[in-house]
């Protein structure tokens, strides 16, 4: 799978990118928090069951040197996975603001018994998940006198088997029709501890007229209430599109905190202190580094990509030093020299980008420093041609994928499907530039700009590419 967290004892698992219903994997977590994964119980690990196993004496068949050249080398780099996995660290690198809010959020409403409810957006990978499930282990002890459900509606069969899930949780009987709501909503005003109620993957709880988002969100300010709703997911204006009415009464619309993508800076900062954890030489080459966290920012700003990238690099390796350990004769001598374990360079990392995850991330993102990445100027620049051909501001998500790809083909750049458009729209419209209007059918979904124009070509920052697009005119 994409995690491959086969080599990282009792994990602790994050969001993984949505697919469909089946992937139900994501859950959060909270209580003891087992042994942190990233820190090895001595230099050299124990030996793992199965066919990776190191001998602990050479048989028949086995020199000994080589037994020990290949425990050696089998070392190096399963550390180095250990400390690439994509579960809940001990610090998240660059969300200390958010992880804050979360904080405080939880001790005015659950410790200081006041119902009320937050809405945290973002991609996937920019640490929502994470940095709950972190405050949730940290916070334990405060909010041991409240009832704690969490609930992942990816899970769900649909919309409505939320209520009896929370009705379960609460000891209350099979939750169903009118007559359930009602002893679940009279459950929730009844006397006894703050109930917190954590919804992963809150828009799979979307449904013809919004009955059951709005039910939840409006059980908070009910009189004598004690829940407090915290909901998770990817969509920014989720509340504003789907839950219009919760604003037309004061303090009725949740607190809102959305989680940007990461940057390249940001993402170089989380690899180097991952690798950090593991004594001895580097084992990434630095402009490896670098080049997985500008590929990857310059895409999605998917920390768990960045991670899973650098981890499938540190197996190629791994594989590679393995098999030639094997085959390589020894040299004469009782005590051989082993040799330095070879470091993943920047050729197996775009190996890798390029195999994994596709030609888009491999040659897209070459802006570098740029305030935007490469695909989203050209995204941008389409937007701009078809908003003056047309004399308007708003297009649909079809008719602009094809103005990009048209431009991309004539720059000779790589185009990117209608799915990955549509998340580099996302990504547009967390950053204030664009709006998303959505549709039962993507193509029909509505895009539309939120800038002026001009104020849009001045922060493409790219007087070059930008200009040669914009004097092309429409392809």
């Known amino acids: 799978g994409d995690d491959n967290l086969c080599n990282v ?22 209580g003891d928090p087992p042994a942190s994964p990233e820190k090895p119980s001595s230099p050299v690990l124990s030996p793992r069951r199965g066919g990776q196993e190191t001998p602990r004496s050479s048989g028949p068949g086995r020199h000994p040197a080589r037994s020990r050249l290949f425990r050696q080398e089998g070392t190096c780099y399963q550390q180095v996975k250990r ?38 957006s973002g991609a996937p990978g920019t640490g929502k998940t994470a940095c709950l ?34 009705g379960q949780q609460l000891g209350l009987p099979v939750v169903t029709g009118r007559e359930g709501l009602r002893r679940l909503e009279a459950k929730l005003t009844a006397q006894g501890p703050m109930v917190l109620l ?95 966290a500008r590929k990857v920012s310059a895409v999605s700003g998917d920390a768990r990509k960045a991670l899973d990238v650098c981890r499938r690099a540190v197996e190629v390796v791994e594989l590679e030093v393995r098999s030639q350990t094997l085959l390589k004769p020894l040299p004469s001598g009782d ?10 360079g920047l050729p197996h990392i775009s190996r890798v980008i390029s195999e994994v995850f596709g030609d888009r991330l491999a040659l897209g993102g070459q802006g570098g420093r740029d ?14 041609l078809l908003a003056r051909h047309l004399h308007t501001r708003e297009v649909t998500l079809g008719k602009l994928h094809d103005t990009y790809s048209q431009v991309c083909r004539r720059q000779q750049l790589p185009p990117v499907d209608q799915v990955e458009c549509l998340s580099l729209v996302t990504l547009l419209e967390s950053r204030g530039v664009l709006e998303l209007k959505k549709a039962k059918e993507a193509r029909l979904a509505k895009v539309c700009l939120k800038m002026e124009e001009a104020a849009v070509e001045h922060a493409l920052q790219d007087v070059v590419l930008v200009g040669s697009i914009l004097a092309q005119g429409l392809p």
């Open 371 to 384: 305030a935007f990445p490469l695909q989203q100027k050209v995204l941008l620049c389409s937007l701009l």
């Open 83 to 120: 400390v690439l996995h994509a579960a809940v660290p001990e610090r998240l690198h660059a969300r200390e603001k958010e992880t804050s809010t979360i904080r405080q959020f939880l001790r005015e409403h659950v410790c200081g018994h006041r119902p009320g409810s937050l809405y945290i």
């Open 9 to 30: 004892p009792h994990a602790l698992p994050c969001s993984p990118a949505k697919r469909s219903k089946e992937n139900q994997g994501r859950r959060l977590l909270f």
């Open 335 to 344: 005590s051989p020299v082993s040799p330095v374990p070879r470091r993943v």
């Open 133 to 166: 499930s972190r405050v949730l282990l940290d916070c334990k002890d405060e909010l041991s006198g409240s009832k704690t459900i969490v609930l992942n509606c990816m899970s769900l069969s649909s919309p409505q088997g939320v209520f009896p899930a929370l």
């Open 198 to 292: 954590v919804l992963d993957e809150l828009d799979q709880l979307e449904s013809k007229g919004q009955d059951v988002l709005y039910t939840l969100f409006e059980w908070p300010q009910l009189p004598r209430s004690r829940l407090v709703l915290v909901g998770l997911a990817n969509a920014l204006d989720l509340t504003d599109r789907s839950l219009a009415r919760l604003s037309a009464r004061p303090a009725g619309s949740p607190q809102l905190l959305h989680f940007p993508p990461y940057t390249r800076e940001q993402l170089t900062a989380i690899l180097q202190e991952r690798l950090g954890q593991v004594e001895g030489d580097p084992v990434l080459d630095a402009a490896a580094l670098q080049f997985c």
